[in-house]
């Protein structure tokens, strides 16, 4: 009968509300990003305390639970993760709607995260207790396994191209140890800049690697950024659900790593994602398919990533341990209003969460409704969206989201940076996924691994610490498993390919793989990453013990695998220059450099834009550059009607945000000589 009472109460009309525009409220600002969850709850938790506790914590809990899963709209639509926990929906979710199929991937999404939230939320009601313990047993050893084997998917991003997809992961770990050292703090690879000593944003950097390049190649051509069925008006819901009954174990599986690896504290749906889709694709029948646009990849990543919800909860609220930062802020809101945290709160205060737990899973029920709601229109929105609009809005909603995070505009230059930076490198083959996971499981790495060898230094058995622990060994087991699994299934598959078949007695040879000839590029870059793995080795030596030496482990890491690059390609054969160019090449050519041209000039753009953002102000750098992308954008002489459109349309935009930021966020905006 209690629990009948707890469930009544949180199906009040006033909770039921909250929960509804928590939901609505969260998805709307994951979707955009750089505006994270923590900032969400970060900003409302004042609101919180004229609340009861339990209404208080449920509309915290909408919020949370709605704004990962938004993330996956912008993960989907414009292939930049919403939220750290999107970055494995990009794998599939994008690839699926530059097809025609994104409402279907939106669909599937909300689907999956329903299913995912659910299965996190009913483990936080049944298993809280004994699901906290597995979290005691997980020592620093443990976390940096765990960070290892998250790093693992990028050999099943990088079939083929795998030395190229671990030297993204070294980059990207070496991007994570600039600032002041997580143990020890050592101030590292900061050249003397104030800037840099806090690090580079994760969530800039995300914006950056993933959308930038994205923002670039869209100027480039008169081709729509997305394809879209234009007789096709179903919803695809029934499709969808019959897509996810096929995958009922996918989905079921993943929910349950989700929530493992959600109550882990530090871990978070980033690393569930990335387990639960490396598990997806190693026990898939066409593990081929995935980065293509398989659906079993967005199923896996977003019910993962979204079990992590209700599994975060259990160690911050039987332990006091809060797994991410939300459950960080939502810990403190609970503190403050007088809730004492532990193992006896659930009979201690029972009627408060019990009641906040039912209430997460309406939240999590309620985001079916408003994600097929939104789904509906927004892929078809964004779609349809002329360039000349769609182009400036993406590279504004990249600035507004990387300056909102800290208020900084050196965080926008950062941003800008890494985007050109991965922009160029994924044009030679070294893709954006790989540096992004390095950055983001860069911080647990290097505390696990220098917390333990800290610990097996000084009890003279530093291989025991890493090796010795059962938990670690199945860890590693299972990081080496999704490391060599794919490339094994690649190499017989080749195999096979080369091998002669008998077919009616006549012999038959199966084509080849086509032959893959030397890079110079590669080249260049294996010699570029080769200096830097030796100059950064070299800064390590003022460095203290315990700052040094994970970024001298990286930085060797990076030399041998740039080595093994060099001589990769030094083997291969030259390609013959091709003799004779056609008037159709010619013209080819010429296409060709007026896209670089544009390119060129988005660039000169979001450069200029970083740069005189805290000189001309929000407002007025943003609506200049507003226009300027407009103008790239525009490949026909547009009417006088049109450019009106455009102005008006870039001042609404701007304005609205300028005024979300300032008046509702209370986000600090840049001095300058204008406002």
């Known amino acids: 009968m209690e629990i009948l009472t707890y469930l009544l109460e949180a199906m009040t009309p006033f909770n039921l509300l909250l929960a509804l525009a928590g939901v609505i409220a969260g998805t709307v600002i994951g979707a955009m990003p750089g505006l994270s969850a923590t900032m969400a709850v970060a900003i409302l938790v004042p609101f919180t305390y004229t609340m009861s506790p339990a209404s208080g914590l449920i509309m915290l809990g909408a919020i949370y639970t709605g704004a990962i899963y938004g ?50 939320g009913i483990s936080l009601l049944l298993l809280s207790p004994p699901l906290a313990e597995v979290a005691l047993a997980f020592g620093s050893a443990e976390y940096f396994w765990l960070a290892v084997f998250g790093l693992t998917l990028i050999s099943a991003l990088s079939v083929g191209n795998t030395i190229k997809g671990l030297i993204g992961a070294c980059i990207g770990l070496l991007l994570s140890v600039v600032g002041v050292a997580v143990v020890g703090g050592d101030i ?109 990849g967005l199923i896996a990543t977003e019910s993962a990533n979204n079990a992590t919800v209700g599994g975060g909860f259990i160690p911050t609220l039987v332990l006091g341990i809060p797994g991410t930062p939300p459950d960080a802020i939502i810990l403190g809101a609970l503190l403050v209003q007088g809730i004492k945290i532990g193992p006896t709160l659930f009979t201690s205060q029972g009627d408060v969460v019990y009641t906040f737990i039912y209430g997460l899973l309406i939240a999590t029920l309620l985001m079916l409704p408003v994600g097929l709601l939104l789904g509906r229109y927004a892929f078809k929105s964004i779609s349809r969206t002329p360039k000349t609009l769609l182009v400036p809005t993406i590279a504004f909603l990249t600035v507004i989201g990387s300056f909102a995070i800290h208020s900084n505009s050196h965080d926008t230059l950062m941003m800008c940076t890494l985007g050109v930076l991965g922009w160029v490198l994924n044009r030679y083959g070294f893709t954006p996924s790989p540096i992004v996971l390095g950055l983001v499981l860069g ?209 609404v935009i701007i304005g609205g945000f300028y005024l979300l930021m300032t008046e509702v966020l209370l986000i600090r905006m840049p001095d300058s000589i204008f406002f």
């Open 71 to 120: 993330g996956a709209f912008a993960a989907i639509l414009v292939n930049t993760p919403g939220t750290p926990s999107a970055i494995a929906t990009t794998f599939d979710g994008f690839p699926m709607a530059k097809r025609g199929d994104g409402a279907l991937a939106i669909t599937l999404a909300t689907i999956a995260s329903v299913v995912g939230g659910l299965v996190g």
């Open 443 to 651: 911080q647990i790495a290097e505390q696990g691994f220098v917390q333990t060898y800290l610990i097996g230094n000084a009890q003279g058995a530093i291989f025991e610490m890493f090796f010795g622990r059962p938990i670690s060994l199945g860890i590693i087991f299972c990081a080496a498993l999704a490391l060599f699994y794919p490339l094994i299934t690649e190499f017989l598959k080749q195999r096979k390919d080369r091998k002669v078949v008998e077919d009616n007695g006549v012999q038959v040879q199966v084509a080849h793989p086509s032959v893959s000839y030397r890079s110079h590029a590669a080249i260049g870059f294996a010699a570029l990453f080769t200096a830097t793995g030796v100059g950064a080795y070299a800064e390590t030596q003022n460095m203290s013990a315990m700052g040094a030496v994970f970024p001298q482990t990286i930085s060797t890491l990076l030399v041998v695998l740039s080595v093994i690059l060099g001589v990769q390609q030094l083997r291969r054969p030259r390609k013959q220059n091709e003799v004779g160019k056609t008037v159709e090449s010619t013209s080819i050519n010429y296409l060709s450099k007026a896209s670089s041209i544009r390119k060129l000039i988005a660039v000169l753009i979001l450069g200029s834009w970083a740069l005189l953002l805290p000189v001309l102000g929000f407002f007025v750098s943003s609506l200049f550059a507003f226009i300027a992308f407009t103008a790239n954008a525009t490949f026909e002489r547009p009417s006088k009607k049109e450019l009106a459109i455009n102005l008006i349309s870039a001042i």
């Open 188 to 296: 590292r690879y900061t050249f003397s800049s104030q800037a840099l000593l806090g690090g580079i944003d994760i969530t800039s950097a995300i914006i950056g690697l993933y959308c930038i390049p994205v923002l670039i190649d869209l100027v480039a051509t008169k081709d729509p950024h997305l394809t879209i069925q234009s007789v096709d008006q179903r919803s695809h819901l029934a499709e969808a659900f019959r897509i996810t009954l096929r995958k009922k174990f996918n989905i079921l599986r993943s929910s349950i790593i989700g929530t493992i690896v959600g109550i882990l504290p530090g871990a978070g749906g980033s690393i569930a994602g990335l387990v639960a889709y490396s598990e997806a694709r190693r026990s898939s029948r066409h593990p081929e398919r995935f980065g293509k646009g398989e659906p079993d």
